[in-house]
């Protein structure tokens, strides 16, 4: 369960999703595979360790068992290394975090709490949910007749409980008017690659994360975009932590074929390249959105792409994790994370600690996509903002902005308008004022005007006063819901 933006909680029900932290995994075999070595080591069942633990475990008055203070012994040789990568994880804690586990029993969708309603804002593909024509924007009122109202989040997940193959009847209201539905829970996959055709030659991939197994449906669905006649991909790495490192060459493979996706450099200090071979050359454009959560994996194949010509990062710059753990499972059925190698970009530039450098600088998530929707040739942008989402032409995302009214005008932050005109913004300090360049006109936005509110750190700009200079520009507010086009 997730707080976003302090505003609103995400709920998925059924789901905890496991991975709290960014990283490039290389499970133990594969690592040997691609070697062609063996891991060997050698125990010390009489070592000073276990002399510790037996005498702690005999003399101590809490008597503390040997596989609790194992468990702390080992915990406390990783965190003296002052690696935040490196982790032990006890067999307690695999099982309950159930890692790199994408299915659940459940309904296949994602709502969030504002006030006291419960707002289903993602729907999975080939869910109860979805399959039951459940829709974003419903209200769940009620569930097997007990009311959400004033419930807590965990008493409100508990509602949703169940067994697979069990039913559970959902109150919704839906345009004002109340509905029942009745669903029977199901294992549901939770999707770690969205796609979309936005406009003619132009397709959307979203990947949320290199888990594992994410690559066959990341090629499926890639193809079928290249089918309709694809010019222009943007691919979405935004917020994506990383994830094994055999699923990023592999994904890596669909767009470079004999070029370096990498240098590693292990405790030896050697640097090694990994190439990709046998992979597919394309003739299209490519447009990779990051900003500064897109770690590890995703930085790899950003830099790469980059690198070699083949793509145009465009948003923020990156977290910057360069490095790649090993997993090694423990003979007590524990798992421990160790970073053993560092990696490097095509050019041997480094990552860590510095991410992934955009070509094109653009901060926030709805201006990240519009400029890319731009320079992918798309002219017509269209924004509609409710209480529960944002659409950009038809790309979904979740309470990502908000706008201001007073009376009957209405204000909109500037980067957005900014974005939708194809303008750069900058804050001109000489006028303290938001300065907005277009290759026509340049507009100059004081802090103190009336048509400008300065709001939790963000500039909002009345939008009557904006189409006055950007004709192009329209808008509407009906019922709740802002559209905003250009």
Do not use: C
Not at 458 to 481: P, R, S
């Amino acid at each position: 369960m997730n707080i976003k933006n302090n505003k609103l909680t995400v709920l998925k029900f059924g789901f905890i999703f496991a991975i709290a932290f960014s990283m490039i995994l290389s499970p133990l075999n594969v690592l040997a595979e691609e070697d062609e070595t063996e891991y060997e080591y050698e125990l010390y069942p009489s070592d000073a360790l276990y002399e510790a633990v037996d005498y702690i475990e005999y003399f101590h008055l809490d008597t503390p068992s040997q596989e609790e203070l194992i468990d702390q012994a080992i915990e406390g040789m990783v965190e003296n290394l002052s690696d935040p990568y490196s982790t032990y994880f006890s067999p307690s804690e695999l099982e309950e975090l159930d890692l790199f586990n994408y299915e659940y029993v459940g309904l296949g969708f994602e709502t969030v709490v504002k006030g006291q309603a419960l707002i289903i804002d993602r729907i999975y593909p080939d869910s109860p949910a979805f399959n039951n024509d459940l829709v974003i924007g419903d209200i769940i009122s009620e569930v097997d007749g007990t009311s959400v109202e004033g419930l807590t989040q965990e008493e409100m997940k508990e509602l949703f409980e169940g067994e697979e193959g069990s039913a559970i009847e959902l109150t919704i209201v839906r345009d004002g008017k109340t509905i029942k539905v009745d669903l029977t829970r199901e294992l549901v996959s939770y999707p770690l690659v969205i796609s979309e055709v936005v406009a003619d030659g132009v397709g959307y991939m979203r990947l949320f994360e290199f888990a594992e197994g994410a690559d066959v449906p990341f090629g499926e669905q890639l193809d079928e975009l290249e089918e309709t006649g694809l010019e222009t991909l943007i691919l979405d790495l935004r917020d994506n932590p990383g994830g094994l490192i055999y699923t990023l060459e592999n994904i890596a493979s669909q767009f470079m074929d004999k070029k370096i996706l990498m240098f590693t450099k292990d405790n030896v200090k050697d640097m090694d390249p990994i190439v990709i071979l046998d992979g597919e050359k394309v003739d299209y454009e490519i447009i990779i959105l990051v900003n500064e959560n897109t770690a590890s994996a995703s930085e790899a194949l950003s830099v790469a792409l980059q690198e070699h010509d083949l793509a145009t990062v465009v948003g923020q710059q990156s977290y910057g994790k360069g490095h790649i753990q090993t997993w090694v499972p423990l003979s007590n059925g524990g798992v421990l994370s160790v970073t053993s190698y560092e990696y490097f970009s095509p050019e041997k530039n480094t990552v860590d600690g510095v991410g992934v450098i955009p070509s094109v600088e653009v901060k926030e998530q709805i201006p990240q996509l519009i400029t890319a929707l731009q320079m992918s040739g798309v002219e017509n942008i269209e924004i509609i903002k409710n209480d529960f989402s944002v659409l950009v032409n038809d790309i979904a995302f979740y309470d990502d902005f908000e706008f201001v009214q007073k009376e009957n005008e209405v204000f909109v932050p500037s980067r957005i308008l900014a974005a939708l005109v194809n303008g750069e913004i900058s804050w001109n300090q000489t006028e303290r004022a938001i300065e907005i360049k277009t290759d026509e006109q340049e507009l100059l936005l004081p802090s103190t005007a009336e048509y400008v509110i300065l709001q939790d750190g963000i500039t909002y700009v009345n939008v009557d006063y904006f189409k006055e200079f950007f004709a192009q520009m329209d808008w509407n507010l009906v019922d709740g819901e802002l559209t905003i086009s250009n």
